[in-house]
T-cell receptor
Framework: DAGITQSPRHKVTETGTPVTLRCHQT?????MYWYRQDPGHGLRLIHY???????DKGEVSDGYSVSRSKTEDFLLTLESATSSQTSVYFC??????????FGPGTRLTVT | EDKVVQSPLSLVVHEGDTVTLNCSYE??????LLWYKQEKKAPTFLFML????IEKKSGRLSSILDKKELFSILNITATQTGDSAVYLC???????FGAGTRLTVKP
């Protein structure tokens, strides 16, 4: 699992509230990713980071922002949560050999 | 637009059967293709393929890449109920995933 933790693991929030999910890694990997997983869609990339303060958008970035102020932490923020953002969110890193490792996931429910 | 397509989307077999899962891709700057197995939690890594025609094997699982025809297959022989999972492929340029194949192995 490459020492990847996510917090919180479960969250229920109301529409319109801000939400921040945290991904923490202990492997000093340069690349970090945020995905969402929904039935029928597999894993879809939201944002990724290729270094401290270096981030880029993925295929489903609307409504999400990210920040990476330290190598080990990658934050995903929903500025104003909507019901369509109810999903399971996975953080991942890419190791030096090119393999991707996943965190345990965060189940977010927006009511 | 880059895309990764897996087929079939779901598959039901009986123990002992052999299955072949497909992953085709159209991406720019291809680097590698990865296969993952996902049960109830996070995906776990199976194979990483970078070169055409070289089979990777791990027990009853094997995979091969065809960079000319832009696809990969994942074979599972002598399936067991523990093989039941969603199998995902991803292309490692921007880590784009396919929708996955849900495999169910019945006793």
């Amino acid at each position: 699992d490459a020492g990847i933790t996510q917090s919180p693991r479960h969250k229920v929030t109301e529409t319109g509230t801000p939400v921040t999910l945290r991904c923490h890694q202990t492997e000093n990997h340069r690349y970090m990713y945020w995905y969402r997983q929904d039935p029928g869609h597999g894993l879809r990339l939201i944002h990724y980071s290729y270094g401290v303060k270096d981030t880029d958008k993925g295929e489903v970035s609307d409504g999400y922002s990210v920040s990476r102020s330290k190598t080990e932490d990658f934050l995903l923020t929903l500025e104003s949560a909507t019901s369509s953002q109810t999903s399971v969110y996975f953080c991942a890193t890419t190791g030096f050999e090119g393999l991707q490792y996943f965190g345990p996931g965060t189940r977010l429910t927006v009511t | 637009e880059d895309k990764v397509v897996q087929s079939p989307l779901s598959l039901v077999v009986h123990e002992g059967d052999t299955v072949t899962l497909n992953c085709s891709y159209e991406v720019t700057n291809f680097r590698s293709l990865l296969w993952y197995k996902q049960e109830k939690k996070a995906p776990t890594f199976l194979f990483m393929l970078t070169s055409s025609g070289i089979e990777k094997k791990s027990g009853r699982l094997s995979s091969i890449l065809d960079k000319k025809e832009l696809f990969s297959i994942l074979n599972i022989t002598a399936t067991q109920t523990g093989d039941s999972a969603v199998y995902l492929c991803a292309v490692n340029n921007d880590m784009r995933f396919g929708a996955g194949t849900r495999l169910t192995v019945k006793p």
